[in-house]
């Protein structure tokens, strides 16, 4: 069985939303992930390690949290040969808030938008509460709740937002209950799936922990939804390029079930204790 050294870069999303050369990790936020994200390190193996400043001995393969260029690079820099990989485009496309939304199953009245005037025609009068998402984000980050009339300083946030990249707008509802459910994609289109997770996650989207989901937490019918989206999910992932870990999440709230999310194309934090089997067994 492979011996894997990691790079656990926790903030992909944020290099894929800019782009190389464009990133430039900020040692805080690398500090503050590390701390946060602690729960990562139970994806190594047995025999594995965590790329650090220290030389890295001969007979490992290199695995990032999200195979990024600048987790390839890190790897390469070790001389370290970085497992079979999606290419940076797919990782993008993947990742990406609209490609998830085009998929279906988010919630009712959810739209992709990418200007002022689309984003009023939606949000309307303001008589209701509304989430705007930017399209590459994690743990909450990227979000503003509409309550009201946008102030100033949130439309400076719009306006930039949806002259970079679009924004994601929904309903603005209260989950009651959040799960995730894990896959793996082979370079084969084989894929497998994992065991429903009840989720502990902030208000303001962050996570804070993971267990598995008891008999009988999930309806019938929305445990089949939340299977349904991760074959759907799986299937558009190997099309469009992507193999390896991925993640969705769902929830119940108060009008319904939303059983698609979001769509994390990478390792998770709750993937140890959502797939049945090793991290060190999945070989690309």
């Known amino acids: 069985m492979p ?28 500090a503050q992930l590390a701390e946060h994200g602690r729960s990562s390190r139970r994806l190594l193996g047995p025999k594995d390690v965590e790329l650090g400043p220290a030389s890295v001995p001969g007979g490992f393969i290199g695995r990032a949290w999200c195979p990024t260029p600048l987790a390839l690079s890190a790897l390469r820099r070790a001389n370290l040969e970085p497992e079979p990989h999606p290419d940076a485009s797919a990782l993008r ?27 009023s025609a939606v949000v309307g009068d303001y008589a209701r509460h509304w989430l705007v998402k930017r399209p590459l984000g994690f743990a909450g980050r990227g979000q ?22 679009g924004l994601l707008v929904e309903p603005l509802v209260r989950p009651s209950f959040e799960v995730s459910l894990h896959g793996f994609v082979w370079r ?24 598995l989901a008891e008999p009988g937490e999930l309806l019938r019918a929305e445990a089949d939804a939340l299977y349904e989206r991760a074959d759907v999910v799986a299937r558009a992932l190997y099309a469009a390029g ?5 993640g969705i999440d769902g929830y119940r709230y108060e009008a ?13 934090l709750s993937f140890s204790t959502g797939f049945p089997r090793a991290t060190s067994e999945l070989v690309l």
């Open 3 to 30: 011996s894997y050294a990691w790079v656990f870069n926790l903030d992909a999303e944020l290099e894929l939303s800019r782009g190389r050369p464009g990133y430039v990790p900020q040692q805080k936020l690398v």
């Open 93 to 119: 496309r993947v990742n990406h808030r609209e490609f998830a939304h085009r998929l279906g199953g988010g919630l009712p009245e959810q739209a992709y938008v990418t200007s002022a005037d689309a984003l």
């Open 144 to 165: 503003l709740r509409i309550i009201g009339p946008l102030t100033e300083k949130q439309w400076t946030w719009v306006n930039a937002s949806l002259a970079r990249d």
């Open 188 to 211: 084969d289109g084989r894929y497998e799936a994992g065991r429903v997770c009840a989720q502990d996650v902030s208000p303001r989207g962050t996570f804070r922990g993971v267990r």
């Open 242 to 246: 992507y193999f390896g870990p991925f």
């Open 256 to 268: 319904g079930f939303c059983a698609l999310g979001e769509i994390n194309a990478r390792y998770t």
